[in-house]
């Protein structure tokens, strides 16, 4: 037990340290929640803490491309979101830290489109979700509504997977609710 605690807080302090490193007062923080892996029989309640920093890189065909930092923790307790005949009697928790590009796509003055790819770590705890590698990339769309005074409603569709690297890679899809609130 005391070796699980002392995994989260380390955790904790990694994730704390990861995004809080290089902040600037133009970086944009926002906030994800939805299903994780719905895809399969696994599954849960996916919360997401994204960092839009204001380094933006200019890659010729691609053009100008801005850095990301994300922070995702996953939970199913007594298997609330899991499904399928082969379900086990277990709580799922992971964590997943992840830096990346992302490009903006204005489609109107307040709707973007946004691809994005990152690479991060994946960890498992408990009777976590196994994704065969702890090294896991991510490619991400998102589709936001942005409101005049700088808040933010959209979705967002990612799937993560470890590309063959690892022994296994079952992968895992998402589907969420994106939003920034502006007071």
């Known amino acids: ?9 380390l955790n904790l302090i990694l994730i704390l340290t990861f ?4 902040s ?7 906030f994800k929640v939805g299903l994780w892996d719905f895809k399969h029989e696994t599954g849960g309640l996916a919360l997401n803490i994204k960092k839009v920093t204001n380094k933006n890189l200019n890659i010729i065909y ?9 922070f995702t ?4 307790k007594n298997n609330h979101f899991s499904k399928g005949k082969e379900v086990e009697d277990r ?5 997943y830290l992840s830096t990346g590009l992302q490009k903006k796509i204005y489609l109107s003055n307040n709707n973007t ?7 991060g770590l994946y960890e498992a705890f408990d009777a976590g979700k196994d994704m065969g590698y702890p090294i896991e990339f991510k490619s991400e769309l998102e589709l936001n509504h942005n409101f005049s005074n700088g808040s933010l409603l959209g979705i967002t569709y990612n799937h993560i997977s470890n590309a063959d690297l690892g022994n296994k890679n079952p992968g895992s899809d998402s589907v969420l609710i994106n939003f920034k609130k502006n007071f």
């Open 1 to 9: 037990m005391l070796n699980i605690v002392l995994r989260i807080v």
């Open 19 to 22: 995004l809080s490193s290089t």
């Open 24 to 30: 600037n007062a133009n970086d944009q923080l926002y």
């Open 62 to 70: 691609f053009g100008e491309l801005t850095q990301i930092y994300e």
């Open 73 to 76: 923790g996953f939970i199913d």
């Open 91 to 95: 709580e799922e928790q992971a964590i």
């Open 113 to 119: 489109l946004i691809p994005s790819f990152s690479i």
